[in-house]
C-alpha cells in the first residue's frame, strides 16, 4: 500500500468511527484455550458508543477473556468482532486497537516507565507526539488522576494504588473512544475507589468516551448504563441495572451480589416499611426519612 492509500484508507476508517452509533459488537464469538475447555461459547452483544457499560460474572465466567480478545491479546477461534462499525481484520488491527485503551487489575503489568512521567510518556512516544505536546498532555492526566507530585517518582517508590493511577494516566493520555477497566478498582483504597467511579462516569458525560468496566464491584454496577451478566462463558442476560439486580435469586446461583443500597431496602420493605426497592443511596434515604 502506497503512502497515499494508506492516508486515503485511515482517512476513510476515521470518518468510519466518527460516523458510527455502536462501538463495539461481538457476533457469536468462540474462544478456547483448549478442545474441551471452551472459554467463550457464541458469544453475542452490543456497546452503544458513548455508553457505560459493566461486565459481571464469577471467577472463570469469561468476562476478562472479552477485554483480552477485544484488544488483541488473544485471538478467537470464530466469530466476527467489529470496532465502530468496521470489521477487525489484519489490514486494520493495528489502527482499529489503537482506538482502545485497557487497565488492567494489576498496574505492574504495565508499567513499562523507570518513573511515572516515563510510563505515561510511553504511549504518547509510540504515537510520535511531538515533545513540546507531550508534557502538557501528560501533566493533563495526571492532574485528572491527582498524581503531579507522583511523576518523577520510580515504580519501587509508589504504592499498588498510586501505580493503578498512573497506569489509569496512561491510558488518558492516549485519548482512546473506548476505556476498558479490567478489575482496576481491586487494589484502591475505598476514597480510590470512588474516585475511580467518579472518573468512569465523567469520561462517559464530559469526554464522550465509551466505558467497559470489568468487575465484581456491585455498588459500581449500579452507576452504569447497560450491565452484561457472563456465566460459563455465555451471555446470561443483558439490561440496565434496574432489571439485572430484579432477579435476585438468578444471581445468587451464578455466584454473585446485589448492591448493599437494594439489600437494605429488601431488609426494610421486609420488615413494614413502605418505601419502593431502590438502588440509590439518596433516593433510600429520603424514602426512609418520609416514612
Known sequence: MSSNEREYHISSLD????????????????????????????????????????????????KSTISKVLTGL?????????????????????????????????????????????????????????????????????GALDIQHLLK?????????????VAIASV?????KVIIFDESTSMLDPKGKSEL?????????????????ITHDMEEVVRADKVIVMNKGEVQFIGKPKDIFADEDKLVKMKLDIPFTLKLAKLLKDKGMKIDLTLDNEELINQICQS
Open 15 to 62: 470518518q468510519a468511527i466518527d460516523a458510527s452509533k455502536t462501538a463495539i459488537e461481538f457476533e457469536n464469538v468462540v474462544f478456547s484455550y483448549t478442545e474441551d475447555r471452551v472459554v467463550l461459547n457464541n458469544v453475542s452483544f452490543s456497546i452503544d458508543a458513548n455508553e457505560y457499560v459493566c461486565i459481571i460474572g464469577h471467577n472463570g465466567s469469561g
Open 197 to 213: 467511579k467518579d472518573l468512569m462516569v465523567s469520561l462517559r458525560d464530559v469526554a464522550k468516551k465509551t466505558i467497559i468496566s
Open 153 to 165: 517518582k520510580e515504580s519501587l517508590e509508589l504504592s499498588g494504588g498510586q501505580k493503578q493511577r
Open 172 to 176: 488518558l493520555a492516549i485519548n482512546p
Open 74 to 142: 488473544l485471538k478467537p477461534a470464530s466469530g466476527v468482532i467489529k470496532l465502530f462499525g468496521i470489521e477487525i481484520s489484519a489490514v486494520n488491527l493495528k489502527y482499529l486497537r489503537n482506538n482502545i485503551g485497557i487497565v488492567f487489575q494489576n498496574p505492574d503489568n504495565q508499567f513499562v516507565g523507570i518513573t511515572a512521567e516515563d510510563d505515561i510518556a510511553f504511549g504518547l512516544e509510540n504515537r510520535k507526539v511531538p515533545q513540546n505536546k507531550m508534557w502538557d498532555i501528560i501533566n493533563e492526566a495526571a
